[in-house]
T-cell receptor
Framework: AQKITQTQPGMFVQEKEAVTLDCTYD???????LFWYKQPSSGEMIFLIY??????QNATEGRYSLNFQKARKSANLVISASQLGDSAMYFC?????????????FGQGTTLQVKP | DADVTQTPRNRITKTGKRIMLECSQTKGHDRMYWYRQDPGLGLRLIYY???????NKGEISDGYSVSRQAQAKFSLSLESAIPNQTALYFC?????????????FGPGTRLTVL
């Protein structure tokens, strides 16, 4: 069964340092997409970054990068040069191509707090 | 202006009341979704719609119904609200169902059922 696991309920990082948020996934579908979303305290879900299962290179979007290790089924989010505004909950999600539902499966989230 | 809007943003209602949550989008996407978020459980899919005539149940559809009035509008109804439906509800849209398609979320509706 498809599953996303985020093992870190909470993380702290010092401002301006880098932080890695872990995500592992389980699927038997060879074609899938992995997403990271940010949810600040205001509640909205903000798309951050996407990685396709066939992508040869790790995705990057500004200060966000995705450390994709396909054999280990991990898709960790790396935030460089943390800012106070990065304090939020972060969700890893997976979308499979088979079945064509477009459904996203979410992990339970990691709360990140950036210390000044 | 936001591409995906939800109304109301907050709602408190009583057990047994009927309530409708509305979602509108200006992204021109065909696919729309309703998710529910409970603390510690991430988001779970309630219903999804490929187009106006194609509506499908998600993993937790019991107690909910939906209506796709137009490409841009997708409403979620609770026919008889109960306290365990207290949650944060999100509408999302995507262009298509390929694994590469990104879902874009509305701001959420915080629903409390007393």
């Amino acid at each position: 069964a498809q599953k996303i696991t985020q093992t870190q309920p909470g993380m702290f990082v010092q401002e301006k340092e880098a932080v890695t948020l872990d995500c592992t996934y389980d699927t038997s579908d060879p074609s899938y997409g992995l997403f990271w979303y940010k949810q600040p305290s205001s509640g909205e879900m903000i798309f951050l970054i996407y990685q396709g299962s066939y992508d040869q290179q790790n995705a990057t979007e500004g200060r966000y990068s995705l450390n994709f290790q396909k054999a280990r089924k991990s898709a960790n989010l790396v935030i460089s040069a943390s800012q106070l505004g990065d304090s939020a909950m972060y969700f890893c999600a997976m979308r499979e191509a088979s079945g064509n539902t477009g459904k996203l499966i979410f992990g339970q989230g990691t709360t990140l707090q950036v210390k000044p | 202006d936001a591409d995906v809007t939800q109304t109301p943003r907050n709602r408190i209602t009583k057990t047994g009341k009927r309530i409708m949550l509305e979602c509108s989008q200006t992204k021109g996407h065909d696919r729309m979704y309703w998710y529910r978020q409970d603390p510690g459980l991430g988001l779970r899919l309630i219903y999804y719609s490929f187009d106006v005539k194609d509506i499908n149940k998600g993993e937790i559809s019991d107690g909910y119904s939906v209506s796709r009035q137009a490409q841009a509008k997708f409403s979620l109804s609770l026919e008889s609200a109960i306290p365990n439906q207290t949650a944060l509800y999100f509408c999302a849209t995507s262009l298509g169902g390929e694994s590469t398609d990104t879902q874009y979320f509305g701001p959420g509706t915080r629903l409390t059922v007393l």
